[in-house]
Nanobody, 124 residues
């Protein structure tokens, strides 16, 4: 069993930066870690994922070039540095754990473990 706890959400203005963190408790094995988000009134969508070694990273086209995902296996954490935030980035952001290839599969919104989410609100 793995428990995930996100932190770092909040209210920011367009153009600002924010860093989300996720602490994992339990054995992650060699799984990938990722971030998904659910905008108000919309379905959950993939944001970014990172492989166990950190050697592979994949981003949604909506955040590529603005967001950076990193992980620290010694601390069992994954972070998402979000730069140049836009109002359309407003969403509840969820940390997830699953096989890396599964996380990045087209149209995937499933994982083995999920955090409860942290709200990011970007005002214009």
């Amino acid at each position: 069993q793995v428990h995930l706890t996100e932190s770092g959400g909040g209210l920011v203005q367009a153009g600002d930066s924010l860093r989300l963190s996720c602490a994992a408790f339990g054995s992650l094995g060699f799984n990938g870690m990722g971030w998904f988000r659910q905008p108000p009134g919309k379905d959950r969508e993939f944001v970014a994922a990172i492989s166990y070694t950190g050697g592979n990273r994949f981003y949604s086209r909506y955040v590529k070039g603005r967001f950076i995902i990193t992980r620290d296996n010694a601390e069992n954490t994954v972070s998402l540095q979000m730069n140049n935030l836009k109002p359309e980035d407003t969403a509840v952001y969820f940390c997830a754990v699953a096989d890396y290839e599964r996380l990045i599969a087209p149209n995937n919104d499933d994982a083995d473990y999920w955090g409860k989410g942290t709200l990011v609100t970007v005002s214009s």
